[in-house]
């Protein structure tokens, strides 16, 4: 079952002789449970690329289907919900918010969806990314690995239906990268959680199922399994 | 060792920076003028009520001349003139003993000479025409005029009795040019030419040393170079132009200092200074809490600016400099902003100040003087460079590598590094560890915005502790006093300004007049005899000293308040006792020191059934009555302008058979709570027309007047409570500005995890009203404090407050401020934003 959909994906800024191509065409397709990483130089269009899959931004013309749904239909706030509840994020600087603790920060989508958190689940979770002694800590007090796993935490305490990851190991050193990688790669295994990683890094990108390369705008391979 | 031009590059370098920062510049530029405004709307403030208070009372004593020689003859002034330390001198002649034209019985008219430096002296200021020049020309003041019924047109005839040599004589006048006159000097004035002294020269020569009149001596008035040691330099010129000191001597030149020099070190008591530098020390406080926290807040931001100046090498000194630079440029737009609207909003609010004093009438000069300029600038560019130091010292000693790392409210000035909670994501908790991000920060702007609110509350606080019971019950025991208009001057003496009876008629005639009772007295009447000689009351031939005695029907009789001794009006209508009236302060106690009499003491009064120009030859009663008790002197029942080594107190009945002429003072009477305002108006028609010598006083006067003063000190409290609740809530919105500006990356977070924009909105409007919440809060308890280690000492200094803990005003801006704590952050944000996530997100990479 395909988990996530694009058809004709463009995204173009400017207009006229200026006009850039960031996304020229792209058609995707990731299945339910997929590891995916993406792979491209910078410039590529890989982070439009992600930053249309997760709708923080709309696409020029083409369609995004998640779960069934085309959220390039939907309005400003329907797609702030929508993206609560389908979606997590990942990003290169951790971005949590320093004054909520690493337990507030896990489960601020859930709350701000006004819903109660899957205690068990959480545990889960935070046994997994190897939290558990430091659920209380300010993220000032965590190490980049650290707050990058919290992060990484927060994103799948929602369950959603795709994780996003942009450049997750981008602010870490190559041991902590491979560490968060291989928790990554955990995760998605034991959570059956559909991950789409963004990274210019060949060796962090080998460990995903699957490695689609962009250049230009374009899917140059890696289009479908 | 090479001494580099760095001064230059420091300039660049501020200037630019400057450019960087334009919301905080305007931010800036507004703050420091307030302060400015506040500087300057004080010494405004409190010089322009000096200016009017000094010059109020320079006319009161007729001119700004530093000393007066009178009675001099036209020798003795040429002599005196060229004395060396004289800087300038007016001549001054009266033409007249009196001018007896019926009209100036009320208002006294006199009939001078004033050379050009007089008139300049006596601030005349023709309104219209010129200075007299023809023997027939007079210039008159306005008052005089309308009195005569002559028309305020050059060119008018105006025809004056004169008392020349004792006979009346009768002359005809053009008028030549006329001035308003002044409100507060209560004589009319009429001058002639100089040609008129010549034409009239032989009836001006004066006979003052043979017969004391007064008619052709010249008053010379002096200006010394400066107002220091009047009396001395007085002194020194008549006896060094050979003239004496010594009443006696046949050399004797009788000379004043003006005394409105002498009051004028009034406002410098210890009372006013402390007030002004406390008000200065608030306004240095409050100007620091916002320009403090606007440099702090623009270097935190800049920090890594600085950090990346001090890699290449710039020294902390020039980075302080360059931060005090800017500071100095944003000061030279705000601060002659706040001068310049800082003195008309204190000139506007000097009348307030001088509402209720007795210079109400005067008219009110606050001129630009430079000294207001100077001092307020300075203040404010003081203030400016206390304020900015601090944030210089922040920036200068940063590290480079640091300065990197160093992001606002971020993660070292966080402090702790546990927070043991689960529930922190719930929007008012969210939105309160935002406010403890930065601790100081918050308290400052808690802190500036409750200033103004314990100000308005303190003010508050003042004018509803007045007591208007105990101010009315000061100055009126009965419903109306109705007495001569000299009286309420403070000048009644006797039968010359009596209340007559055809008034007391007309007013027991009214509806609604329910009782009245009238109050006799009257100067020198009655002397009493006394061993003690050295109180300074001068004795009679018999060696009796001056007493007072007023005499009171049945109303203001029983209204006496006693003090001790007993009040039994059947032994004090037995004609054998008397009480003796005790002055009391302002908060009513009794001052014994001032009574002459025990309780019980046999006292005896003489009467003069004669003229005072033979002592020995009157016929001569005496009395004898012993004290009954003591009373209060208050300001409705007393008022006999003479000096009296004691006061007593009768039955109406009794004093008028002591004395020869009883003389109705005033006359008290009450009106049933229905007609108060219809007596009123048939006071104010009937002594406006019928007998505009009669004046009356009123409870609703006294209420306006009290009213008035409660006014004065809401409005001057307001005012400056609402420009310093503007610099708090620009305070406010600053800090509101900052943490939304600097959240921008954290606050795509928080969208791109599924926070929606209402969601957002409701945290940033939590986060406005635990600044209201704090406020509120802090302003409670400061202006509890206030209220009782300010308010209340200060209203147990003043008779007519009582202290009365109030806190009410703060609550009533409790809306307002909600309001704010709601509309500025959705106001700023909305303002701020506009960029999509995408972008913020991208921005902090």
């Keep these: 079952m395909q988990i996530l959909e694009t058809t004709n994906l463009k995204k173009i800024y400017g207009s006229g002789e200026t006009a850039v191509h960031a996304l020229d065409g792209i058609n995707l397709k990731v299945e339910n449970g997929e590891f995916v990483a993406i792979i491209g130089t910078s410039g590529s269009g890989k982070s439009t690329l992600l930053h249309m899959l997760g709708g923080l931004d709309r696409p020029s013309s083409g369609e995004v289907i998640v779960d069934g749904k085309n959220i390039s239909s939907l309005k400003d706030e329907e797609l702030t919900i929508f993206r609560r509840r389908k979606m997590g994020f990942v990003f290169q600087n951790y971005n949590l918010v320093p004054v909520l603790n690493v337990c507030e920060n896990i489960v601020l989508p859930i709350e701000l969806d006004g819903k109660q958190p899957d205690k068990s689940y959480l545990s889960r979770i935070v046994n997994t990314l190897g939290l558990d002694h430091k659920l209380y800590d300010l993220p000032s007090n965590l190490s980049g690995g650290q707050q990058q796993r919290v992060a990484i935490a927060r994103a799948l305490a929602s369950k959603p239906a795709i994780i996003l990851a942009d450049e997750p190991t981008g602010n870490l050193d190559s041991k902590t990268s491979l560490d968060v990688m291989g928790l990554i790669k955990v995760s998605s295994q034991q959570f059956r959680q559909t991950i789409v990683i963004i990274t210019h890094n060949e060796e962090i990108a080998q460990m995903a199922d699957r490695i689609i390369r962009i250049e230009d705008g374009k899917m140059v391979s890696g289009e479908n399994r | 060792m090479i001494h580099i031009k760095s001064s230059k590059a420091i300039k660049n370098l501020s200037i ?24 300057t ?3 405004t403030m409190g010089l322009g009520t000096m200016e009017s208070l000094q010059r109020a009372t320079m006319r009161q004593a007729g001119g700004d001349g530093h000393a007066t020689l009178k009675y001099l003859t036209d020798e003795e002034f040429e002599h005196i003139k060229s004395h060396p330390l004289i800087k300038e001198i007016a001549y001054e002649r009266i033409l007249c003993k009196k001018v007896t034209n019926p009209e100036f019985s009320k208002r006294h008219a006199e009939f001078w000479y004033y050379d050009d430096i007089g008139m300049n002296l006596g601030f005349i200021e023709l309104e219209d025409g010129h200075k007299p020049a023809a023997y027939n020309e007079v210039i008159v003041d306005s008052t005089t005029l309308q009195l005569l019924g002559v028309p305020l047109k050059v060119g008018a005839q105006l025809s004056l009795k004169l008392d020349i040599d004792g006979k009346e004589v009768q002359r005809d006048f053009i008028l030549s040019g006329w001035w308003k006159s002044d409100p507060v000097f209560n004589v009319g004035l009429i001058f002639a030419s100089k040609t008129y002294i010549d034409t009239y020269a032989d009836e001006l020569n004066s006979t003052y040393k043979q017969d004391y009149d007064p008619t052709g001596t010249v008053s010379a008035i002096l200006l010394f170079g400066n ?26 030149l009788d000379g004043n200092v003006n005394w409105s020099y002498l009051s004028t070190n009034f406002i410098l ?12 020390l608030l306004v240095t406080f409050t100007g620091y809490l916002i320009i403090y926290n606007i440099f702090q807040i623009s270097v935190m931001r800049d920090i890594r600016f600085y950090g990346l100046l001090k890699t290449i090498g710039t020294s902390s000194g020039q980075i302080r400099r360059i931060i005090r630079r800017q500071a100095l440029l944003l000061s030279l737009l705000g601060v002659p902003l706040g001068l310049l609207t800082g003195f008309f909003i204190g000139k506007s609010l000097v009348p307030f100040l001088m509402n209720n004093s007795v210079y109400a009438k005067a008219e009110l000069h606050v001129s630009p003087s430079p000294w207001i300029f100077i001092c307020s600038g300075l203040f404010a560019v003081i203030t400016v460079i206390i304020s900015t130091y601090r944030p210089g010292k922040i920036a200068s000693n940063v590290s480079p590598i640091e300065a990197v790392r160093y992001s606002d409210g971020g993660v070292k000035s966080l402090g702790r590094h546990m927070k043991k909670s689960a529930n922190g994501g719930k929007m008012p908790l969210m939105a309160r560890a935002n406010l403890s991000r930065n601790k100081k920060r918050t308290a400052l702007v808690v802190f500036s915005l409750s200033l103004s609110l314990v100000l308005l509350n303190t003010a508050f ?48 005639e009214q509806p609604g007049f329910e009782e009245g009772g009238r109050l006799y007295s009257g100067s020198n009447v009655l002397t009493i005899e006394s061993n003690n000689t050295n109180e300074g009351y001068e004795a009679d031939a018999r060696g009796n000293l ?11 009789l029983h209204r006496l308040q006693l003090i001790d001794g007993e009040l039994d009006f059947n032994k004090l209508a037995s004609k054998r006792y008397i009480l003796e009236g005790v002055p009391v302060d302002d908060n009513n106690n009794p001052e014994m020191e001032y009574s002459r009499f025990h309780v019980g003491e046999k006292i005896t009064l003489h009467n003069y059934m004669g003229t005072i120009h033979d002592p020995l030859d009157q016929k001569y009663a005496s009395n004898e009555f012993t004290v009954l008790g003591h009373v209060s002197i208050k300001a409705t029942n007393s008022g006999t302008a003479a000096a009296a080594y004691a006061t007593f107190y009768l039955p109406a009945d009794l004093y008028k058979s002591l004395v020869q002429q009883p003389v109705v003072m005033s006359y008290a009477f009450n009106v049933s709570a229905d007609h108060e305002a219809s007596m009123e108006n ?15 006083k009123s409870k609703l006067i006294v209420r306006n007047e009290f009213k008035g003063l409660q006014t004065t000190v809401v409005v001057i409290g307001g005012t400056l409570s609402l420009i310093l609740g503007l610099i708090g809530i620009l305070n406010f919105a600053n800090a509101m500005l900052t943490s939304i500006l600097t959240r921008r990356q954290e606050f795509a977070t928080l969208q791109s995890i599924g926070m929606t924009n209402k969601q957002l909105k409701t945290m940033l409007i939590y986060e406005g009203l635990y600044f209201v919440a704090g406020t509120i809060v802090c302003s409670i308890l400061l202006g509890s404090l206030f209220s009782l280690i300010i308010a209340r000492p200060l209203s147990h200094l003043m008779w007519f407050m009582s202290y009365n803990f109030i806190i009410w005003p703060l609550f009533a801006v409790l809306p307002i401020l909600t309001v704010l704590g709601v509309v500025l952050p959705l106001v700023i944000y909305s303002l701020s934003g506009g960029k999509s996530i995408v972008e913020q997100l991208r921005s902090a990479e």
């Design chain 2, 16 to 39: 630019n920076s400057l450019k960087m920062n334009k919301t905080r510049n305007i931010i800036a530029i507004i703050a420091i003028s307030l302060t400015a405004l506040l500087f």
């Design chain 2, 682 to 696: 048939f006071l104010k028609q009937y002594t406006e027309i019928a007998e505009p010598m009669m004046h009356y």
């Design chain 2, 461 to 508: 606080t003042l004018s509803q502790s007045m007591d208007m019971n105990r101010y009315l019950s000061h100055f009126n025991d009965t419903d109306f006093l109705i007495a001569h208009a000299d009286y309420f001057q403070e000048d009644f003496t006797g039968s010359d300004n009596a209340t007559t009876e055809s008034y007391i008629q007309a007013v027991e």
């Design chain 2, 546 to 556: 001056p007493a007072v005695a007023f005499g009171l029907e049945d109303l203001p």
């Design chain 2, 227 to 252: 107002s220091l040691d009047l009396q001395g330099k007085l002194n020194k010129v008549i006896t060094e132009s050979g003239y004496s000191l010594d009443k006696t001597s046949p050399d004797y």
């Design chain 2, 269 to 280: 008591d210890t009372g006013t200074v402390l007030a002004l530098v406390a008000a200065l």
């Design chain 2, 41 to 43: 709307t004080l010494f």
